[in-house]
């Protein structure tokens, strides 16, 4: 992973960071954890999330989800494989 690239992307704001992922980034599973709505996408080599409250209905933080954090594991049952099964 190119850390250059992270270090980069944390100094960006709440909205530069959401505008980058939005732009540049592929979703590729979404969540609902407690109250938030969480995607997850993928860009760079990074997995990012963005956290949205179901409440206020605003984007709350957006960052790089390390992968051996153990919270991968929820979106383990949302991702599609039906594609690869023939």
Known sequence: MNKLFEIEFNKLSLEERMTYVALEADLI???KHFSY????????GYYIEAFYDLRSNYLTDVAILDPDDARISLYANTVDISGLMR
């Open 29 to 31: 599973a979404e969540i």
């Open 37 to 44: 709505k969480i995607c997850l996408y993928t860009v760079e």
